[in-house]
Nanobody
Framework: QVQLVESGGGLVQIGDSLRLSCAGS????????MGWFRQAPGKEREFVAAINRLGGTTVYADSVKGRFTISRDNTDNTLALQMNALKPEDTAVYYC??????????????????WGQGTQVTVSS
């Protein structure tokens, strides 16, 4: 089991950058693939990015590819999402999540067993 706490959200302008962090508790953080998801007002939660257990494989949604970078530090039990060139459509609550699956990290929500409480990102025009 792992507990996840996100931080780093805030209000930014179009084109700005923001870095989200997710702190994982417990000694088993490195045994989980990790993902970032987001939910905009009135919309379903959607996949953003995922990374495998050792950090060697990443997957991105087309909407953020080239702008967002997911990374992890297993020595520190942390997951990060570097977001550049932010757009108003990036406004959402961002969640980190942990998956026990091995192999290529999944973009599917049901594959993730543990979720953080979310952090709000607002991109103002």
């Amino acid at each position: 089991q792992v507990q996840l706490v996100e931080s780093g959200g805030g209000l930014v302008q179009i084109g700005d950058s923001l870095r989200l962090s997710c702190a994982g508790s417990g000694r088993t953080f490195s045994s989980y693939a990790m993902g970032w998801f987001r939910q905009a007002p009135g919309k379903e939660r959607e996949f953003v990015a995922a990374i495998n257990r050792l950090g060697g494989t990443t997957v991105y949604a087309d909407s953020v590819k080239g702008r967002f970078t997911i990374s992890r530090d297993n020595t520190d039990n942390t997951l990060a999402l570097q977001m550049n060139a932010l757009k108003p459509e990036d406004t959402a609550v961002y969640y980190c999540a942990a998956s026990s699956l091995v192999g290529t990290p999944s973009p599917r929500e049901p594959m993730y067993s543990y979720w953080g409480q979310g952090t709000q990102v607002t991109v103002s025009s």
